[in-house]
């Protein structure tokens, strides 16, 4: 069994408080997680603002694409009827190097954003490049982190093949893949760790599926209810 498998917290705490708010990441923090996943968009004034839906009609009070949306506009809109919509940077400052920050890259144009608010972090706050990942389902957006700034870590997202996830992460330096838990079996663990993948699965939250991803040895578990891995 892989005693060091690290526990992230799924959009902070999903299970207990909204998605990707800052209560929720809060309450993800209290329950000693090694690490936050959320998830990024640019809004239509420029700035990452972490949400997880192209539309906001699902988890808000607005309605329609939330990159045609202001930042102030999105400020005015409440997650379930009482959480704001945070920035990138809300997040970070939150967390404070407490434990580390999987920035997903939701939206189109959201690489160079996050590369600059990473360099940032880490020139002048005193976080290490260590202290995140980037994934994303987007190719391109991978991609441009890869050209922008190397020293970001990179990890690719699959719900379709391990294999074709971990070919992909070779062109683009990334060492580690995030592939659903419904694709993993032990030997495509172990394979992708023997050529030098870290495994990191989602969303695994029932304790059967948690039992079986710590048997097959995954490096981490992304979780609704990180409190129970």
């Given at each position: 069994m892989?005693?060091?498998?690290?526990?992230?917290?799924?959009?902070?705490?999903?299970?207990?408080i909204?998605?990707?708010?800052?209560?929720?990441?809060?309450?993800?923090?209290?329950?000693?997680?090694?690490?936050?996943?959320?998830?990024?968009?640019?809004?239509?004034?420029?700035e990452?603002?972490?949400?997880?839906?192209?539309?906001?009609?699902?988890?808000t009070?607005?309605?329609?694409?939330?990159?045609?949306?202001?930042l102030?506009?999105?400020?005015?809109?409440?997650?379930?009827?009482?959480y704001?919509?945070p920035?990138?940077?809300?997040?970070?400052?939150?967390?404070?190097?407490k434990?580390?920050?999987n920035?997903?890259?939701?939206?189109?144009?959201?690489?160079?954003?996050?590369?600059?608010?990473?360099?940032?972090?880490?020139?002048?706050?005193?976080?290490?490049?260590?202290?995140?990942?980037?994934?994303?389902?987007?190719?391109?957006?991978?991609?441009?982190?890869?050209?922008i700034?190397?020293?970001?870590?990179?990890?690719?997202?699959?719900?379709?093949?391990?294999?074709?996830?971990?070919?992909?992460?070779?062109?683009?330096?990334a060492?580690?893949?995030?592939?659903?838990?419904?694709?993993?079996?032990?030997?495509?663990?172990?394979?992708?760790?023997?050529?030098?993948?870290?495994?990191?699965?989602?969303?695994?939250?029932?304790?059967?599926?948690?039992?079986?991803?710590?048997?097959?040895?995954?490096?981490?578990?992304?979780?609704?209810?990180?409190?129970?891995?």
């Open positions: 892989n005693k060091s498998c690290l526990v992230m917290g799924h959009r902070g705490a999903k299970a207990y909204a998605e990707n708010t800052l209560p929720s990441i809060q309450k993800a923090l209290d329950f000693g997680v090694d690490g936050v996943e959320i998830d990024v968009h640019t809004c239509a004034t420029g990452l603002v972490v949400f997880h839906d192209f539309t906001l009609d699902r988890v009070n607005g309605r329609g694409e939330l990159s045609k949306h202001t102030a506009e999105l400020k005015k809109l409440k997650v379930d009827n009482r704001s919509i920035t990138l940077q809300e997040v970070i400052d939150l967390i404070d190097k434990c580390m920050l920035i997903e890259l939701k939206g189109r144009y959201t690489a160079e954003k996050t590369c600059e608010t990473i360099k940032d972090c880490v020139e002048n706050k005193g976080w290490k490049y260590s202290d995140f990942i980037v994934s994303s389902f987007q190719h391109h957006e991978l991609e441009d982190v890869f050209r700034n190397k020293n970001i870590p990179l990890a690719v997202l699959t719900k379709a093949s391990v294999a074709e996830a971990m070919e992909f992460a070779e062109t683009i330096g060492k580690i893949i995030h592939p659903n838990f419904a694709l993993l079996t032990k030997e495509n663990v172990k394979f992708a760790q023997s050529k030098g993948y870290k495994v990191n699965t989602w969303t695994v939250n029932d304790p059967e599926t948690i039992a079986r991803m710590r048997r097959y040895g995954v490096d981490g578990i992304i979780s609704d209810v990180p409190d129970k891995v």
